[in-house]
């Protein structure tokens, strides 16, 4: 049997690729049935047959898998951010940061557009409570390398607002994939419920990068709810205060002698950050945590 990975869904066919060579592979029947349907990113064990063609007989242990985009083993969320044109909303991060900690899967922020604005601000927010952030430039070329340097080794996806240039990006990275930046039939289809071709493109060798034409940023579905006891442990900055209230079960809101609430007040923890965490709090306490509206 061949080990491989899944790298593109479409019509029935799972493309498995292994040792540099791809497979129109079918799936068994019994995946249907325990529930548990391939995805792209999937490694799987399988059978391969004389047409270049193959059978998928074993799906392995995902580490995590998205609704939507429906894909599998993320290792790495690209989230895309701009200060100009648009700008994007710290809180948007925030929840983001969240949803990347749950998955589990480590997120990595760019700052793009910086030919236009540094966009100091957020990078200053982002790396002071510990994210890897980069600053690039699709028009200039800045920071692209730094960007491809990190991703090495893994199956990324990226996200961000609309407009803060993710289809730039991903044409930098992958010319040879040319995702469309202006297609404006498929920007047109862009409709909730048509169906999605989900395609994982190769950077270089075990370095993939996920792609779902359509797939609008805010979108990005995760299986489970967050219980909103569990959340502050998805905030990295709060790790050094936790366990050090009053209180044990200190939910870091109006408590007295609150490690996390002290640690904002002298400025170890940034007050946006706080904020987010108070709003996704109040949203997780209402089952709301996913409903996110872009402003303006
Ligand atoms: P997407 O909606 O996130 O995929 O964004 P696009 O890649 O379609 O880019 C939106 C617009 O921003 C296009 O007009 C791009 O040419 C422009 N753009 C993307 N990246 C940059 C950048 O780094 N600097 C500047 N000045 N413009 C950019
Ligand atoms: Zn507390």
Excluded at 27 to 50: E, K, N, W
Excluded at 58 to 65: A, I
Excluded at 87 to 103: G, N, Q
Aim: hydrophobic share 35%; with cysteine.
């Amino acid at each position: 049997m061949a080990e491989g990975i899944i790298v593109k869904a479409l019509s029935g066919y799972y493309y498995v690729e292994s040792e540099g060579q791809r497979f129109a592979c079918k799936a068994r029947g019994r995946f249907r049935l325990d529930g548990s349907t391939p995805l792209v990113g999937d490694c799987v064990q399988f059978i391969t047959d004389t047409n270049g063609g193959g059978r998928i007989e074993r799906l392995e242990k995902r580490k995590n898998f998205f609704i939507r985009p429906a894909v599998a083993n993320i290792d790495t969320l690209v989230f895309i951010a701009a200060n100009v044109n648009p700008v994007t909303d710290p809180f948007l991060i925030d929840r983001i940061s969240v949803i990347a900690a749950e998955a589990p899967c480590r997120l990595l922020i760019c700052i793009n557009k910086v030919d236009l604005d540094s966009g100091d601000r957020l990078f200053e927010i982002f790396s002071g409570a510990g994210f890897r952030v980069i600053r690039t430039s699709a028009k200039t070329g800045r920071g692209l390398e730094e960007l491809r340097e990190a991703l090495k080794g893994r199956i990324c996806a990226f996200t961000g607002n609309s407009g803060v240039g993710k289809s730039s990006i991903l044409n930098a990275l992958l010319p040879e994939a040319r995702i469309k930046t202006a297609d404006v039939s498929e920007k047109l289809g862009r409709g909730r419920h048509t169906t999605r071709h989900v395609e994982i493109y190769t950077l270089e060798e075990n370095t993939y990068i996920a792609d779902t034409p359509g797939f609008s940023s805010l979108d990005l579905t995760m299986t489970n709810t967050i219980m909103k006891e569990q959340l502050q442990y998805d905030f990295p900055d709060f790790t050094p205060f936790l366990g050090k209230c009053r209180f044990q079960d200190c939910a870091h809101l109006k408590e007295p002698d609150c490690a996390v609430t002290e640690a904002v007040r002298k400025g170890h923890i940034n007050e946006g950050r706080y904020r987010s965490y108070v709003r996704l709090y109040e949203l997780s306490a209402q089952h709301r945590f996913w409903e996110y509206k872009e402003e303006g």
